[in-house]
């Protein structure tokens, strides 16, 4: 288990993390949500070592992090860290051997995974001549290259297409199911919101919201309810449980807002009462809803 406990950093006058706390599960994917500037980076880099935290503390299996605990981490950076004039396969082979693997492993698993990742046409090539997107999946590979027990991902579908995004997901949800421990970050919410176990919304270097998509979920104070179709008593029905003025919806329908602890069971009841009912459909709220409620925006 990693667990990071009220860490904060600073950079001269500018606090970059100011009090960040958060667990992570070996089989488990984390999503590290943020603006730009929030402290997801420097959270990340205080994890692999690469920044001493100001305070508290940083642990991975109760342990704190140093050297010998931070070889069996992996990371890719939002920034591309390729060497443009060497080919696909030594770049990877040659990163796995600086985790210490041995030559023949290296390459065996270099090939594995360019199979994987669907570059394996590319294993001649020179890094530099490949897409962002082809580059992206040489860098993932070289991060799980020697099958790390921790993996930060930083911006991973960066440059990618949708399908090559999906590439990616189904390596992160492999790495999960063997019992890899992983944490991502990403602007990206419709990709990550079914990807990830739990989720931390950080803004300003603070913890703005934190749990499953089922907790955030769950803080929501309301629910949108779409009803098809129109009619003076079906609105006369909502309105009775306290729904908020109705807006056009699907075809013939419209949509309500209403608390989250609305009873929607007797909702409906009182709808079909009210008029004949095609449809009735109950909205959760979006990872992408919650994180802008989190950070002070609108629902």
Not at 45 to 68: E, F, H, N, Q, T
Not at 74 to 81: H, Q
Not at 249 to 274: I, K, N, Q, W
Request: proline share 5%.
């Amino acid at each position: 288990m990693l667990v990071v406990d009220r860490v904060s950093r600073s950079f001269g006058s500018v606090a970059a993390v100011r009090d960040v706390s958060f667990r992570v599960e070996p089989g488990s994917v984390f999503g590290l949500l943020g603006p730009n500037g929030a402290g997801k980076t420097t959270t990340m880099r205080m994890i692999l070592g690469i920044y001493v935290p100001d305070g508290g503390s940083i642990r991975w299996k109760d342990r704190a992090i140093d050297l010998r605990v931070r070889r069996a981490f992996g990371y890719l950076p939002e920034e591309r860290g390729l060497y443009g004039k060497m080919s696909v396969r030594d770049q990877i082979a040659y990163l796995g051997r600086l985790h210490g693997l041995e030559p023949e492993v290296a390459r065996d698993r270099a090939a594995q995974w360019m199979d994987v990742l669907g570059i394996a046409a590319y294993a001649k090539r020179a890094c530099s001549e490949l897409s962002k997107g082809n580059q992206q999946k040489v860098q993932l590979a070289s991060a799980v290259l020697h099958e790390p027990e921790l993996l930060v991902l930083d911006e991973p579908f960066s440059g990618l297409d949708p399908e090559n995004a999906q590439v990616v997901l189904d390596c992160i949800r492999r790495l999960a199911q063997g019992g890899t421990a992983l944490i991502l970050s990403s602007h990206q919410m419709f990709q990550i919101e079914d990807a990830c176990t739990a989720f931390c919304i950080v803004g300003d270097g603070l913890v703005r919201a934190g749990g499953t998509l089922a907790e955030l979920r769950a803080t929501f104070p309301t629910r949108i309810v779409r009803v098809v179709p129109d009619s003076a008593p079906i609105r006369a029905a909502f309105l009775a449980f306290g729904a908020g003025e109705p807006r056009a919806a699907a075809p013939g329908g419209l949509a309500y807002e209403l608390p989250a602890t609305t009873d929607f069971a007797a909702l409906l009841r009182a709808a079909v009462a009210a008029g004949p009912v095609e449809s009735f459909e109950r909205h959760e709220p979006t990872l992408g809803q919650i994180y802008a409620r989190a950070l002070g925006g609108a629902a």
